[in-house]
């Protein structure tokens, strides 16, 4: 009973704090656009907001592990695995400048929505050729102004929480631009909020670290797919206490998946 108590309280809290939020991050943008034309002070706005959704959950824990290894001074690819809705959300516990390519679906969303819009976030159309290109140029454009951008490899949440195939998008461009890429571990959110199910009943503890960037000065294209891959792959396998056999969600018979 008390589980289903809490994801009531849970969902409550999410709902009224959309407003509550939205209407001072909206005053927010109006006062401070015209002398911050790269949303830092939106971007500060959005993780403290993100984090709260995280926060408020009783059994919901994050740790964090290797922040230091961010250059703030120049924009990068950030690349984490994809195993959550939650994942988004407490990866604003890094409190990085970034601009995050998500779905034109997301950016429908009401409050939630409309402040990626805000945060001036990077549209992308499945499928759509032209949205494609228009994804990279203002990728390219917001690393040019020194911020980093946010892209899931996998494309989509994992099913089982293995690691899925990695799509191109974000290494072309990080050779396109000279940008490093820095892989990024997220593990225990499919845990929190699975796929296809709103909510966890049970303690979670998620981690999130940060591993050392990739120059693709180093790499082709297709090495550097496969090299951030690999050593994402490597942590999580080492997080789980399984083999990276049982974490490759490429490998066609893998045994048991144990999660964090």
């Known amino acids: 009973m008390l589980p289903i108590l809490v994801a009531v309280y ?18 927010i943008f109006l006062l401070t656009w015209p002398f911050d034309r790269r949303l830092w002070v939106m971007q500060r706005i959005s993780c403290w907001w993100g984090m709260f959704y995280v926060i408020t959950h009783p059994y919901w824990s994050v740790e964090i592990e290797g922040r230091e290894l961010f250059d703030d001074s120049v924009g990068t ?26 779905k034109v679906e997301n950016f429908r969303l009401p409050f939630a929505g409309w402040v990626m819009s805000l ?53 072309t461009l990080a050779k396109r631009t000279g ?19 709103l909510i966890s009943r049970k303690p979670v ?34 997080m789980r206490g399984v083999s990276e056999a049982e974490v490759d969600g490429l490998n066609p018979d893998p045994a048991p998946v144990a999660k964090g």
Not at 120 to 147: I, N, P
Not at 207 to 235: F, G, H, M, N, T
């Open 179 to 197: 940008s490093k890429i820095q892989p990024i571990v997220v593990e225990g959110t499919a845990n929190a909020v699975p796929k296809g199910k």
């Open 119 to 171: 945060n001036r976030y990077v549209v992308l159309r499945r499928g759509d050729r032209k949205s494609v290109k228009k994804m990279f140029e203002d990728c390219q454009r917001h690393l040019g102004q020194g911020s980093s951008v946010l892209i899931f490899p996998e494309g989509t949440r994992s099913q089982d929480g293995r690691l899925q195939g990695f799509q191109n998008g974000a290494f």
């Open 205 to 238: 503890r998620i981690r999130i670290k940060v591993l050392a960037a990739l120059d693709p000065k180093e790499y082709s294209a297709k090495e550097l797919l496969q090299e951030c891959r690999s050593r994402i792959l490597s942590e999580l396998a080492g």
């Open 77 to 102: 690819v950030l690349c984490p695995n994809h195993q959550s809705l939650l994942d988004i959300l407490v990866l604003y516990y890094l409190k990085k400048h970034f601009k995050w390519v998500s």
């Open 10 to 27: 849970y969902w409550i809290v999410v709902v009224l704090s959309l407003v509550g939020f939205f209407l001072p991050a909206l005053l």
